[in-house]
C-alpha cells in the first residue's frame, strides 16, 4: 500500500504529470473561449438588427424592376352547361431595350456605437417596347385604354421626386402602387397613359423617366430588358458587385464606375407573359454593395479563433522556464495567465465597437501583454527571462494582427508561421533530457521529504 502511495506521489512530481495538468488546463480554457466567440456573435445580431431598424426608417436596400407594360384583355369561353364565361386577363411584355444610369452619393451615418451605409441615387431611365402582336391576346377583347405601366421598386419611401415618365413625347404622372396585375414588380410605381391610339399604333414605344431615390445598404436592378445596359458610378471606394453578372468596372480611392451589359440568352426572362404565370426574377438580380471595408466584429471573431493558439504557446513558455529554471509554478498560476490571455478578447470586442479596431487592438494587447509580463516577474524573479517573455508575447500578437489584416492570404500566413513556431519549440526542446528532470525532480522530492521525516 505504501509503494503504491509513494509511486502516486513520484508520479504527481514528475514532469509528465504536470505536462498532462498544463494540457488539461489548455482544453479547459476552450470554454471561456468559445463563451467570447458567442458574446461577439451575440453583439454583432444586436448590431444588425439596430442597422435595419435605422434603415427602416430612412430605406431599405432598393431593387428597380421594369418598367413592365400591361395590357388587360377578356376572353370568352362556355361550361359544361353552355354557359358563356368571361376571363380577364393581363399581357405583359418587357422592354426591347433597357438602359439605367445610376449615381450613387454614399454617406456613413453614427447612431451611438453603430453606423450604417446610406445613399441617396439619381437614376435615369429609359429604353423601348417592342411593337405588340395582337396575336398574343388569345383573339379577346382587348383594353387598350385601361393598359398601364410599372415600375417596381423594392421600398417606396425612398423616392424623392416626383416621377415624370415620358412616353413617345407625352408626359404622365407615376402613382404609388396599386395595378401589380403583372406578378412581379409587386411594390411599384403606375403609369397609367389612358391612350389607346399610342398602343394601337403598332410601332414601337419609347420611354424615359428620372428617378431620386434613398437607399440603404445595396442597390440592385432586374434586367427585363432584351437587351439591359446599366452603368453606375459612386463616391465609394471599396463596392461589392453582387448578383448573377458581373460587370467592367474601374475603383480607385474615391470613387468607382461599374457597366453591365445583359443579353436577353444571359438571364431566363421572357420578353412577355399571360397574367401572373412568373413569379419572380430576383435570380436574375445584379448591383452594387456598399461594403464597409471595416467589420470589426468579423476582425474580432477570426482574432478570438487564436485563442486556443496563444493560450498554448504562453503556457509552453512558462513550462520551459519551469523546467530550464527548476523553478515551480503551479497549476493556479497558469490559470491565471489564461484568463488573462482569454480577457484579451473581451476588451478587444468592448474596445474596438468605440474606437478603431486597430488602435483598440493596440491598447488590448499592451494590457494583456502588461499584465502577464508584471505577474511573471513576480513568478520569475528575473529580467531576462522576463523580458523574453513579453517579446514573444508581443511577436505573437503582431503575428496576429498581421494575419487579420491579410484576408486573401491569412489562412497561408497562419499555417506558415504556426509551423514555424512549431519548428522553433522542436529545435530548442531537443536537447532536453525528459527522463532526466523527472528522475531528479523525484530525488529531489524524496531528500526534501526524508529531511522533513528527520
Known sequence: MNTENENVEKFSQSITFKAIIIGSLTLLMLIPGMMIQNLIQERKVRSTETIEKINAKWSNAQ????????????????????????????????????????????????????????????????GNFNKIDNQSFEGGVIHWNEAFLTIGVSDLRGITNNIDFVLEGCHYTAEAGGKTENGIVGKGLVVTPDNAALFQAGKSLHFSCNLSLNGSSDMNFIPLGK????????????????GSFSPEYKLNEKDFTATWNVLHF?????????????????????????????????????????????????????????????????????????????????????????????????????????????????????????????????????????????????????????????????????????????????????????????
Open 63 to 126: 431593387t428597380i424592376n421594369g418598367p413592365v407594360l400591361t395590357v388587360p384583355y377578356t376572353t370568352t369561353s362556355t361550361d359544361a352547361n353552355n354557359k358563356s364565361i368571361l376571363e380577364r386577363h393581363f399581357f405583359n411584355l418587357a422592354p426591347e431595350e433597357l438602359n439605367i444610369k445610376a449615381k450613387l452619393f454614399p454617406e456613413v451615418r453614427h447612431y451611438g456605437i453603430y453606423k450604417t451605409i446610406l445613399y441617396k441615387s439619381e437614376l435615369q431611365i429609359s
Open 266 to 454: 444571359n438571364r431566363d426572362i421572357p420578353e412577355s407573359w399571360i397574367d401572373k404565370d412568373i413569379e419572380s426574377f430576383q435570380d436574375s438580380s445584379f448591383g452594387v454593395n456598399l461594403v464597409d471595408p471595416v467589420d470589426h466584429y468579423q476582425q474580432n471573431m477570426r482574432s478570438a479563433k487564436y485563442a486556443f493558439m496563444f493560450i498554448a504557446l504562453t503556457f509552453v513558455v512558462f513550462f520551459f522556464v519551469e523546467i530550464l529554471t527548476r523553478k515551480k509554478i503551479h497549476p493556479i498560476q497558469y490559470l491565471l495567465v489564461g484568463i488573462a490571455l482569454i480577457l484579451f478578447y473581451s476588451l478587444l470586442l468592448s474596445i474596438s465597437e468605440q474606437l478603431n479596431f486597430g488602435f483598440a487592438y493596440l491598447i488590448a494587447s499592451a494590457a494583456t501583454i502588461g499584465l502577464i509580463t508584471i505577474y511573471a516577474q513576480s513568478i520569475f524573479k528575473n529580467a531576462l527571462q522576463t523580458s523574453i517573455l513579453a517579446t514573444i508575447l508581443s511577436v505573437l500578437y503582431v503575428f496576429l494582427y498581421v494575419v487579420l489584416q491579410l484576408e486573401d492570404i491569412a489562412l497561408l500566413i497562419g499555417s506558415i508561421g504556426l509551423f514555424l513556431i512549431l519548428g522553433i519549440i522542436m529545435y530548442f526542446s531537443r536537447k532536453i533530457n525528459w527522463y532526466k528532470h523527472d528522475e531528479e525532480l523525484i530525488t529531489n522530492s524524496e531528500i526534501l521529504n526524508t529531511e522533513i521525516t528527520e
Open 227 to 242: 437587351i439591359t445596359k446599366v452603368q453606375m458610378s459612386g463616391a465609394w471606394k471599396s463596392p461589392g458587385f453582387i
